[in-house]
């Protein structure tokens, strides 16, 4: 079963969808058939509204389904309701970044491509804290809190069930000072100490790469359980943009492999990330 409250509420939406689709109803000939409205049903597949275990077991009697996958349906619904450990933090968390901090903990992979910034998940607590401070609007409090969530999600780079990471990272990223050198040189010995981690993979896409297959920065989830599709996940200042569709999924995963093509080895951009470090140094 999937670990976060977040990836139970998505297995839980995939599953009630595909039940309608076999039973090929709408969702508002659904909703009739319960005295519910179409919207309900809808909000139930998308994961936009809290589900009851007894709105599960009213649609799976409907439905005509087992024993067993009724209950196991009414678990995920019970557990989705859980509070992640990321959400007592939630005033420095918008909503929209809720939501992938819960699907990132269950991944078990996990592809990103960064053209401007330090990846997150190797970003140090001094990095972290400058971009809160230049570019949100937040209470000190807040960014704490931002920051302080941050920094517990690398946890999962170093545990033994954690999802196997792929970074390519712009070498402008790598160059562009946050903060001052001193900041930077912290910082990029920090990504060399990440990138040594059994599960992490790190590319460079130098200057001189040539033309590559992106636009900006964008992440992909792969899950263990083959009924959980990959998603890609870009955000933006105030919102975000989950793609799961077969097409979607196909064409990032197209782009991403494009920029492994493009980026140095992992040995030559270890050689490249050291040779930023001396500089950084001087």
């Given at each position: 079963m999937a670990g976060s409250p977040t990836a139970r509420r998505r297995r839980l939406s995939i599953e009630l969808k595909k039940l309608r689709e076999q039973s090929t109803l709408t969702?508002?000939?659904?909703?009739?058939?319960?005295?519910?409205?179409?919207?309900?049903?809808?909000?139930?597949?998308?994961?936009?509204?809290?589900?009851?275990?007894?709105?599960?077991?009213?649609?799976?009697?409907?439905?005509?389904?087992?024993?067993e996958l009724r209950e196991f349906l009414k678990s995920l619904a019970r557990q989705a309701k859980v509070r992640g450990w990321w959400q007592v933090h939630e005033s420095g968390i918008p909503e929209w970044f809720n939501i992938y901090i819960g699907l990132e903990q269950d991944?078990?992979?996990?592809?990103?491509?960064?053209c401007e910034l330090v990846p997150g998940l190797m970003q140090t607590h001094a990095y972290a804290s400058e971009l809160h401070r230049t570019g949100a609007h937040m209470s000190a409090e807040d960014i704490d809190r931002a920051v302080r969530v941050r920094m517990e999600r690398q946890a999962m780079l170093s545990q033994p069930d954690g999802p196997e990471a792929w970074f390519i990272v712009n070498e402008g990223a790598l160059r562009n000072v946050i903060g001052d050198r001193a900041l930077?040189?912290?910082?990029?010995?920090?990504?060399?100490?990440?990138?040594?981690?059994?599960?992490?993979t790190l590319q460079v896409l130098p200057f001189d790469s040539g033309t590559y297959p992106a636009t900006g920065s964008f992440t992909m989830l792969g899950f263990p359980a083959p009924e959980d599709p990959d998603l890609v996940y870009r955000d933006g200042i105030t919102d975000a943009v989950y793609l799961?569709?077969?097409?979607?999924?196909?064409?990032?995963?197209?782009?991403?492999?494009?920029?492994?093509?493009a980026a140095l080895s992992p040995q030559r951009?270890?050689?490249?990330?050291?040779?930023?470090?001396?500089?950084?140094?001087?």
């Open positions: 969702c508002a000939q659904v909703g009739a058939a319960l005295d519910w409205s179409g919207s309900k049903v809808n909000r139930m597949e998308t994961g936009s509204g809290r589900v009851q275990p007894s709105d599960i077991d009213a649609l799976c009697r409907f439905y005509g389904t087992t024993d991944a078990s992979t996990f592809r990103q491509y960064q930077m040189r912290e910082q990029i010995e920090h990504v060399l100490d990440t990138a040594q981690l059994p599960s992490v799961e569709g077969e097409h979607h999924v196909r064409e990032y995963t197209r782009a991403f492999d494009g920029l492994r093509a951009s270890t050689q490249l990330i050291e040779t930023v470090l001396k500089e950084y140094a001087r």
